[in-house]
T-cell receptor, first 111, second 115 residues
Framework: GQQLNQSPQSMFIQEGEDVSMNCTSS?????WLWYKQEPGEGPVLLIA?????ELTSNGRLTAQFGITRKDSFLNISASIPSDVGIYFC???????????FGKGTKLSVKP | DAGVTQSPTHLIKTRGQHVTLRCSPI?????VSWYQQVLGQGPQFIFQ???????GRGNFPDRFSARQFPNYSSELNVNALLLGDSALYLC??????????????FGSGTRLTVV
């Protein structure tokens, strides 16, 4: 079945540093999504990408849909303590309403 | 406005038992999807329902079943529980079955522990 490979698995950074994480797939996706999940909560959508090559920002977050449609990255600039959480990439390959998730990147920010 | 509501929040069951998890979607949303999130992994799709009909099913055994009611709420049932069924079960609601973007909202989940 389809799988998403997300890296790195975890990151420990200093407040103010920039962060980059990425996701690759063996299959093509029509939509790439980036979620954040905090303890005791469900995933919350951060950015949705719909077109190959698309670059989209949401505040300090920037994500890109790879031109091959098999990868995506998420950057967080000038990290702050509230950025702590697990970030997931997810893909929607057929527009049928079910998502395939990566294993997540756990972000820790040291003040 | 209320978000996606799931109950119970936590549950402990014994191997072999049956469990029913409940989900109330956002008002106006007609599609409900269920996901299983094992510790340390991303959510994995189980089912999608729309207008009381199953619209999609993930790679889960027949011990897993679900249904959707006329008010669009949904139940996920798991029979003959195994230790490996221990996970966070997430419900997501959306206006339509093809929505997977900003209209697709997750609840906080039900934490199921099987002992």
């Amino acid at each position: 079945g389809q799988q998403l490979n997300q890296s790195p698995q975890s990151m420990f950074i200093q407040e103010g540093e920039d962060v980059s994480m990425n996701c690759t797939s063996s299959s093509i996706f029509n939509t790439w999504l980036w979620y954040k999940q905090e303890p005791g909560e469900g995933p919350v959508l951060l950015i949705a990408l719909y077109k190959a090559g698309e670059l989209t920002s949401n505040g300090r977050l920037t994500a890109q849909f790879g031109i091959t449609r098999k990868d995506s990255f998420l950057n967080i600039s000038a990290s702050i303590p509230s950025d702590v959480g697990i970030y997931f990439c997810a893909g929607d390959s057929r527009g049928q309403g079910n998502l395939i998730f990566g294993k997540g990147t756990k972000l820790s920010v040291k003040p | 406005d209320a978000g996606v509501t799931q109950s119970p929040t936590h549950l402990i069951k014994t191997r072999g038992q049956h469990v029913t998890l409940r989900c109330s979607p956002i008002s106006g949303h007609k599609s409900v999807s269920w996901y299983q999130q094992v510790l340390g992994q991303g959510p994995q799709f189980i089912f999608q329902y729309y207008e009381k009909e199953e619209r999609g099913r993930g790679n889960f055994p027949d011990r897993f079943s679900a249904r959707q009611f006329p008010n669009y709420s949904s139940e996920l049932n798991v029979n003959a529980l195994l230790l490996g069924d221990s996970a966070l079960y997430l419900c997501a609601s959306s206006p339509s079955p093809r929505t997977t973007n900003y209209g697709y909202t997750f609840g906080s989940g039900t934490r199921l522990t099987v002992v």
